[in-house]
């Protein structure tokens, strides 16, 4: 079954920019999107289709999926964006999660 | 407003069976199909089930297919996750979500606030 590979952590001190990657095989064919979770919440997406940004999610969460890895990125990094970040995708009629990415902001 | 508002969830004995459910309001509920996905306690999200607008196509995840079962009733705007033989590695917080875009490409938003299942004699 297809399999999307994330980083556990990932750690950025505040303002600086965090990336977080997520790994697939042809994912460059896939429209990939990202969720935020933080605790006790349900998953929010912040990002659809690749690099598309719903309205309310500040303009620092960006993405591009140029390749077999997906970016996510978060410029001038806040504490408040300190979650468990999900890629998500599609493959052959079913839903396909990354394993979250923890980021800590401090 | 969308909402999606699941029940169900408690305490049930292993091999025990349970049928949760996922109340929509705020869009046209028989335009979209609906999704569950669970979160076991500490862990990631893993999807489990699709079901298409009209209830004519479902889809499941591996570990949960010949278990789980999705349906839908769209007069009274709710999906079901019916889930039979329940192991404790069945122990999560399920959610039912909405997707946006087309079935092949679609992305969750929203989600509801999930409801707690948890397996244990």
């Known amino acids: 079954s297809y399999e999307l590979t994330q980083p556990p952590s990932v750690s950025v001190s505040p303002g600086q920019t965090a990336s977080i990657t997520c790994s697939g095989d042809?994912?460059?064919?896939?429209?990939i999107s990202w969720y935020q979770q933080k605790p006790g919440q349900s998953p929010l997406v912040v990002i659809y289709h690749n690099a598309k940004r719903p309205s309310g999610i500040p303009q620092r969460f960006s993405a591009f999926n140029p390749g077999n890895t997906a970016i996510l990125t978060i410029s001038g990094a806040q504490t408040m964006d300190e979650a468990d970040y999900y890629c998500q995708t599609w493959d052959s009629s079913k839903v396909v999660f990354g394993g979250g990415t923890k980021l800590t902001v401090l | 407003q969308v909402q999606l508002v699941e029940s169900g969830g408690g305490v049930v004995q292993p091999g025990r069976s349970l049928r949760l459910s996922c109340a929509a309001s705020g869009f046209t509920f028989s335009n979209y199909a609906m999704h569950w996905v669970r979160q076991a306690p500490g862990k990631g999200l893993e999807w489990l089930a699709l079901?298409?607008?009209?209830?004519?196509?479902?889809s499941y995840g591996d570990t949960v297919k010949g278990r789980f079962t999705i349906s839908r009733d769209n007069s009274r705007k709710e999906v079901y996750l019916q889930m039979s033989i329940l192991t404790a590695e069945d122990t999560a917080k399920y959610y039912c979500?909405?997707?946006?875009?087309?079935?092949?490409?679609?992305?969750?938003?929203?989600w509801g606030q999930g409801t707690l299942v948890i397996v244990s004699s």
């Open positions: 042809y994912l460059e064919e896939k429209y």
């Open positions: 979500a909405k997707p946006s875009g087309s079935q092949s490409d679609s992305w969750f938003d929203p």
């Open positions: 079901i298409s607008h009209d209830g004519g196509f479902t």
